[in-house]
Every structure is written in C-alpha cells, then in structure tokens.
C-alpha cells in the first residue's frame, strides 16, 4: 500500500504479513510509522490508527526532544570503573564485577550475583548522569526492585537523582 497519504500522519510504512494475529505499530528515529499487519484494507488501518493516535503523537513528541549524545568519548572506561570504586567504598556495598559493553536501550544493569554492567556510551554524556547510572547499579546490591527504599538510597548519595533519571530518558542511544 503506497498511498499513505490518505491517513493523518506522514511518513507510514505499512508491511503486509497474512501470518500476523494482531497489527503493530512502530515508531523509529527518523519519526516514520511503520504498521505490520494483515489486513491491508485501508478503513481497517485508518481506524488502527485513529484508535492510537494520541499513543503515536506522543511518541513523535519524545522523539522530537530527545538529545543526542556527543559521538565522541568525553571518559574512559578507566574513569567508569573509578566511579563504581568511589561510590561503592562511600555507599559500603561491594560488587562482584563489573562488565562494560555496549547496550541499545539500556544504561546499566546490576543482577543478584552482584554483577554490574554498565552500558560503553557512559563515556559519551555529562559526569553528572555517569554518577547518577554507577549509585543507581550499586542501590540495586541491596534492593534488587525499584521500591521507594531503592529510590531513598539513591536520592541519600545523588540529591538530584530525579532530574538526573528524567535528563537520562531524554537521551537517544544510537
């Protein structure tokens, strides 16, 4: 289907799969809808898209906000390690290791191992929300949730961990 232009957004995509039991819609960087379904009636897709409207403008509106990180390395990973060491001595709790990779949708993870993986494009944003991600990787070696207990801790060691968390989902990972 190639006439999109029809339908209240720009840029739709609409791929044809017969084996689909429910349609799906996307949204990708470029701020281009992309619609899988199985049907291709065009009153079908119309009304799919009206019924997700308000979900599909607020996600251009993020997409519209987002800030790119710098494409090149502010720290090393030397100074990632050196935070997760300064923070753990002052918050006294104690990893087992830490692994530096790269993540598409993630900043860090802690598991109950007490592993930490801190996402590689760290490097690339302010120091600020590097400290943010290391306190909110070591909270999670005593609460291993989200709880308002988890957030407490945090909030002990970053006083303005919030601005930090909502700065940080306002960045696009490339």
């Known amino acids: 289907m190639s006439d999109t232009n029809k339908y209240q957004f720009e840029n739709i995509k609409i791929i044809l799969n017969k084996k689909l039991k429910h349609s799906y819609i996307s949204i990708d960087k470029n701020k281009t809808i992309t619609i899988k379904t199985n049907s291709n009636n065009s009153n079908y897709i119309k009304s799919l898209l009206e019924k997700k409207q308000v979900w599909i403008q607020k996600q251009l509106t993020k997409i519209e906000n987002l800030i790119l990180i710098e494409p090149i390395p502010l720290y090393s990973l ?97």
């Open 78 to 174: 030397e100074f990632l390690q050196e935070r997760i060491d300064y923070f753990s001595s002052k918050m006294n709790l104690e990893y087992k290791i830490v692994k530096f990779r790269k993540m598409k949708s993630r900043w860090g993870s802690c598991n109950s191992k007490k592993e930490i993986t801190l996402n590689k494009e760290l490097t690339r944003i302010d120091k600020n929300l590097i400290d943010y991600v290391v306190v909110h990787e070591l909270a999670h070696l005593k609460y291993m949730n989200h709880s308002r207990e988890f957030h407490a801790l945090v909030e002990q060691y970053l006083s303005n961990s919030k601005i930090y968390r909502d700065k940080l989902k306002s960045i696009r990972l490339i």
